[in-house]
């Protein structure tokens, strides 16, 4: 199993930007479609984005395209999340994923990491 550590959350006013780091433990992480999902208060889980093992295919969720760019660094092992024009809705604890089936929803396969705080003040 991978083993993920997300970091790079904090607080940030609308319009700001941050960038989310998850790093990942194992040799397999370099075969996984990799990605971020979040979770505001009182509401479900719900899925970001995602990119492919080799990063040549990125898929976003509507609310966010447009203004995340998902990207990943195989050689490092490690996947980022960079959010621009931040808007207070963008609120949440952030999760990175490993081994999602796009073609299932986004199912995660593998693991999650411990999630990180992004609070966007308005």
């Known amino acids: 199993q991978v083993q993920l550590v997300e970091s790079g959350g904090g607080l940030v006013q609308a319009g700001g930007s941050l960038r989310l780091s998850c790093a990942a433990s194992?040799?397999?992480?370099?075969?996984?479609?990799m990605g971020w999902f979040r979770q505001a208060p009182g509401k479900e889980r719900e899925f970001v984005a995602a990119?492919?093992?080799?990063?040549?295919?990125?898929y976003y969720t509507d609310s966010v395209k447009g203004r995340f760019a998902i990207s990943r660094d195989n050689a490092k092992n490690a996947v980022y999340l960079q959010m621009n024009s931040l808007k207070p809705e963008d609120t949440a604890v952030y999760y990175c994923?490993?081994?999602?089936?796009?073609?299932?929803?986004?199912?995660?396969?593998?693991?999650w990491g411990q999630g990180t705080q992004v609070t966007v003040s308005s």
């Open positions: 990119i492919s093992w080799g990063g040549a295919r990125t």
């Open positions: 194992g040799r397999t992480f370099r075969s996984y479609t």
């Open positions: 994923a490993a081994d999602l089936d796009i073609y299932s929803d986004y199912a995660v396969l593998g693991s």
